[in-house]
């Protein structure tokens, strides 16, 4: 149900930013949009995964959490912006791990990103030990059955613990946040980061032990 939400609010949000009001399938996305059932949560405060139908579910420990989509990596959950929903996608992730969840390369790191994204850098740090002790070979090619999903989204959830962006207003206009080290693991003592898309800039991060961190970045924009 989010991911089909998911589509026309992005196509909207670009119609926005290109100043492009009436462009022809910008009703047709209204309309459609509004068909769509919202985001609900259920009676346990969880997302609910089967749309508005309150469903107990026979895998809560199943690898696959696409009902937390919302969270990461569409832009619509933040801490700071919807703590309720942020507490909600929490609770979908702590029910997966109780019961099994994350027993896969790629179903890690779709935990990984989430933890970024709840600024949980316990989590982080514990999620990406798991990753490399318990799912990657030594070639550092993910394993149980390997799909290159673990690959790239682990290096996602590394980026997504070291550099996000958040769109916000500040003072009536828009604006781009771009947060260093939002969800590093205390373990991850020192590194340095380069030329990482961030909104619209290129970012460069440099942290030493002593966790501060210096930055710079230039602007990609067309």
Partial sequence: MVLVRVAPLQFL???ERLSKPSHPLKIPAETTLAKIHPLTLSRAELIQEWGHNDYEGDGPGHRHVSHPFRLHPADLIRPVHTPELANAARKVLQRRLANGGGHTGWSRVWLLCFYARLLDREACGGNMHLL???????????TSLFQI?????????????????LESELNGERVVQIKLLPACPEEWECGQLEKVSAG???????YPDERSCTAGG????G
Avoid at 132 to 142: E, I, Q, V, Y
Avoid at 153 to 164: D, F, K, M, P, T
Avoid at 200 to 206: E, G, L, M, Y
Avoid at 218 to 221: D, E, G
């Fill in 149 to 165: 999903d673990g690959n790239f989204g682990g290096s996602a959830g590394i980026l997504e613990c070291l550099v996000q962006s």
């Fill in 200 to 206: 619209a800039d290129a970012a460069h991060v440099v």
């Fill in 13 to 15: 949000w670009s119609l």
């Fill in 132 to 142: 490399l002790s318990k799912s990657t070979l030594p070639n550092l090619l993910d």
């Fill in 218 to 221: 230039n602007s990609i924009a």
